[in-house]
């Protein structure tokens, strides 16, 4: 059973920056960041999967693109989420979701782990 922690979550302005972090206590192959807003259906936010144990392979939904960074230290064994230049439809729930396996497409919530989610409010 892997746990996974996440934190970083906070209020910002627009335009500003956060970066979230999910602390996984046991091997992960397959990470990623998800987010569910009021009212809304949970939705993928940015993938990553190991390349030859090197760079990770990275994949991000069209409305983060640009915007956000997904990054792993496997030393640490922990997943990060960079946001930058915020926009009030950022506000969500963000979770951290793992698995021990290739999940294949990204975007699926068949992640046998999630976290129990950090908080971003994006607002003037």
């Known amino acids: 059973q892997v746990q996974l922690v996440e934190s970083g979550g906070a209020s910002v302005q627009p335009g500003g920056s956060l970066r979230l972090s999910c602390a996984a206590s046991g091997y992960t192959y397959s990470m990623a960041w998800f987010r569910q807003a009021p009212g809304k259906e949970r939705e993928g936010v940015a993938g990553?999967?190991?390349?030859?144990?090197?760079?990770?392979?990275?994949y991000y939904a069209d409305s983060v693109k640009g915007r956000f960074t997904i990054s792993k230290d496997n030393a640490k064994n922990t997943l990060y989420l960079q946001m930058n230049s915020l926009k009030p439809e950022d506000t969500a729930m963000y979770y951290c979701a793992a698995d021990t396996d290739y999940i294949g497409i990204w975007y699926t919530e068949k992640y046998a782990f999630w976290g129990q989610g950090t908080q971003v409010t994006v607002s003037s």
């Open positions: 990553i999967f190991p390349n030859l144990g090197l760079v990770g392979r990275t």
